[in-house]
């Protein structure tokens, strides 16, 4: 019969032990993490596959025009109610016995599940956060921007800009003209100046391998790198055909 004693784990050999599940539950946690956020990117890029063809709808209604950054909306009983955003006039499509200043209310986001809402972008996100008039996903404002540049010859107020309609035929190339992307307002204006928020901004967290979802007028969806969307002009779309 043996006689050896039993022994104990040393306060080293405890130590090692606890050091080693702090490092693989860190690394658990990481992983868990980086994987919630893979997830919700993809969520993103899909949700922006849904909002295609409400722009289609739109012009279908109004005379081949874009879909406007802003517009006024008609209730069903008649009265107008004023200013509303891109997405709002994408809900009223699909409430259309919902009064539209519900659709300015967290309590109506927060009971629905929509499609408009970016899951990257969250209540308390700085410097901008999550809202119903910001939803994560911004309207390209270049867009009225540029037509107005090249019809008119100079940029209205932005009151007049936003609400800017814009032929569909005047996109000659709608596989190169970008009309919504992942945003911390309700607009963006990814050009030379501004594209930097994908560096410093809110949103510079949003970014997947370096990339981020462009949703076309042609209702295809591209993952581009910031640099990319610059190179490629999109910011001057819908480019004059006579520029080099």
Known sequence: MSNRKLRGFTMIELLVVIAVIVVLSAAVFAIGNRMLFKSRAAVMAANMKQIAPFFTA???????????????LVRG???TYSDSL??????????????PARFEQNSFW?????????PLFQKGDEPREFGPLNPGYGYNLMLPENYEIQENGS?????????TLIPIAFATEPTRTPIIAPADNYFYRYDDAQI??????????W????NFPV???DGHIESVKPEQYIERRLHEMPLDANLP
């Open 58 to 72: 739109y012009a279908t209604d109004n005379q081949q025009k874009i879909l406007p950054c802003r517009a006024d």
């Open 77 to 79: 009983d008649g009265s």
């Open 86 to 99: 891109w997405h709002e006039i994408i809900l009223s499509m699909m409430f259309e016995t919902t009064d």
């Open 110 to 118: 927060d009971s629905t599940e929509l499609f408009l809402r970016n």
């Open 155 to 163: 940029v209205p107020d932005a009151a007049t800009l936003e609400r």
């Open 196 to 205: 930097d928020e994908w560096d410093t901004g809110t949103i510079s967290g």
């Open 207 to 210: 970014l997947v391998d370096g």
């Open 215 to 217: 949703l076309f007028l």
